[in-house]
């Protein structure tokens, strides 16, 4: 490990060093120790990738570690995570303590739930959560979160009626206690899923992330010194939430409203109205006037909105100070209950994205007239498109494989929008190679979607177009979770909506964008995905950059006429 780091200094010599007063951290010890706290959560997430089963976390990065103290409240979470699961797994953390007291931990532990209201919003995630004990003393939790490559049920699906069809769902439970795994709750849970290996190895891969987390949290403490997290923590806390405070009293005080809409489901028209209210160094965003909740999938449970509300901003005020618990408490959130942002228990959400991923766009659109110079317009990724292919191999095996791909992202106030570039999440694609190794499924194409990228003094990023074969002697059952067929991704201040989403069969078919359909053996499915939206007024694009891009084939000379009026 190298030298030890340097000890706290302390303003009395018999204080304990769990009392440590904020200033007693001078600011480059604090920033060594939160880079550090940093290194031990992506230390646990090379662990959870490294031993993970599934390509949804090894190559497409859905997934988070986190580390906490004893409160329950986050100290330093992984730097290539989901940044909503990092957000939602502290309150994850005191749920648990709520059902298991502190006093009831062991080493050794690990409790887990995949319970929507309690977690991150669908039954595929599963929340990990591990005590970490120094000299005796519960001084900490390490926490992970993965996607799941099948809960059971209706598949990863949209078009389920109640929560029960979405698959099992898991309450608080441990896993491991004292280092003892509960055979029974495996026995549970590999008996409602298809993949029961993938599934079990996932889970196992979250418990080997946790204790890496571990170990290395005992050792910075032996090294610094420190009794427990519990100064640290706050210390750490109160620079993330002075950081925002500071950003946001920036923004004029007032109230911004706006309001989108997207395809919901068949007649069901998603609309989401915002209003964000500015006060100081307080901000409070109410989804006041939003759609009712539906009965399919793309409910959103208020922990996800919350995670998908206050993340857009910290992304436009403040992007460089890493995140913790701190990082939100200036920003309050409202949903009315019952509401598509807020439903009742059983509600379907299995596809809860197709409606969180909006909440950026909107809040985006409500800041644009007083932070032209901060926001994006939106984001052909937003929400992301989905699809799942199940069924069985040529020898007869099970499989289930997502493929994770995404639209372009919107244009910004200074360049164009990234191509295929997810946001607010941040999964990955990965490797197609790996993705046609685990399932019969062959990528012909994959390629950017010239002119998908909406019109603008800055571009939207392109979308991109798949075209994947079935290679199986029977049918596949295909889930599809998607959007921007209808409403595509808006411009900003000018700029023009990006190209939408279309899925179709070579047989001539266009299946349910979300809805679960058959695909013969043999047939192949195109995925062409939804481009982003442009800023400014297209007139005002520079004519080298327009040149560019006709010839590096963004824009065809037919897209330019039409955009740019421009040959």
């Not at 050792?219 to 009794?227: A, C, N, Q, R, S």
């Not at 002119?451 to 939207?460: I, L």
Request: aromatic share 6%; with cysteine.
């Amino acid at each position: 490990m190298g030298q030890p780091l340097p000890s706290i200094r302390v303003t009395e010599p018999t204080q304990s060093r769990e009392r440590i007063a904020l200033d007693d951290f001078d600011p480059i010890t604090l920033e060594v120790y939160w880079s550090r706290m940093i290194s031990i959560a992506d230390e646990a997430a090379a662990g959870l990738l490294r031993t993970a089963f599934s390509t949804i976390v090894r190559e497409s990065n859905d997934y988070a570690t986190v580390l906490m103290d004893r409160n329950g409240d986050s100290v330093a979470e992984n730097t290539g995570g989901i940044a909503s699961f990092s957000c939602i797994l502290p309150q994850t953390t005191k749920t648990f303590l709520k059902r298991f007291p502190a006093e009831t931990w062991q080493p050794g532990d690990c409790v887990i739930t995949n319970d929507p209201w309690l977690a991150t919003g669908h039954l595929p995630d599963f929340t990990a959560v591990s005590p970490i004990f120094h000299r005796g003393r519960l001084v900490g939790f390490a926490g992970s979160i993965a996607h799941s490559p099948d809960v059971g049920g209706a598949l990863w699906s949209a078009d389920c009626r109640e929560l029960f069809e979405e698959g099992i769902r898991i309450l608080p439970a441990r896993l491991f206690r004292g280092g003892t795994r509960n055979e029974e709750l495996v026995e549970i849970i590999t008996a409602n899923v298809r993949v029961p290996g993938p599934v079990m190895g996932d889970l196992e891969a979250q418990v080997v992330a946790n204790e890496v987390a571990v170990r290395r949290l005992q050792e910075f403490l032996d090294d610094t010194g420190l009794e427990d997290l519990q100064g640290l923590s706050a210390a750490l806390q109160d620079r993330a939430d002075r950081a925002l405070r500071r950003a946001i009293a920036e923004v004029p005080d007032g109230s911004y409203s706006a309001v989108i809409e997207a395809d919901g489901f068949d007649e069901q028209v998603t609309r989401i109205a915002c209003r964000v209210d500015v006060r100081a160094d307080t901000m409070h965003i109410d989804f006041a006037g939003t759609s009712p909740q539906v009965d399919r999938g793309i409910n959103c449970v208020l922990n996800y909105t919350h995670a998908y509300a206050v993340y857009p901003v910290k992304c436009a005020l403040d992007p460089f100070t890493p995140r913790n618990e701190g990082s939100y408490r200036a920003i309050t959130v409202s949903a009315p209950d019952g509401s598509i942002l807020n439903p009742r228990f059983p509600a379907p959400c299995s596809a809860r994205q197709l409606t969180g991923h909006l909440l950026a766009g909107v809040i985006y659109k409500a800041l644009a007239d007083v932070l032209p110079d901060k926001v994006i317009a939106e984001c052909g990724g937003a929400p992301t498109m989905r699809a799942l292919f199940s069924g069985l191999d040529r020898n007869g095996d099970r499989f289930s494989q997502v493929l994770f791909a995404s639209g372009g992202m919107g244009a910004s106030p200074h360049r164009d929008g990234l191509p295929t570039t997810a946001f607010p999440t941040n999964v990955g694609a990965g490797s197609i190679e790996a993705y046609e190794s685990v399932a019969p499924l062959l990528v012909w194409r994959k390629q950017l979607r010239p002119d998908s990228g909406g019109a603008g003094r800055f571009r939207g990023g392109l979308g991109q177009e798949v075209e994947i074969e079935v290679r199986t002697d029977a049918p596949v059952r295909l889930s599809l979770l998607s959007d921007r067929r209808d409403h595509p991704a808006e411009g900003l201040l000018g700029g023009r909506h990006g190209g939408a989403a279309v899925i179709a069969i070579d047989d001539g078919t266009r299946p349910h964008p979300k809805s679960r359909t058959t695909v013969a053996a043999g047939r192949k499915v195109t995925l062409l995905y939804a481009g982003g939206g442009g800023f400014g007024d297209p007139k005002e694009r520079d004519p080298a950059a327009l040149e560019a891009d006709l010839r590096d084939g963004y824009v065809t000379p037919k897209g330019a006429a039409r955009d740019y009026g421009r040959g």
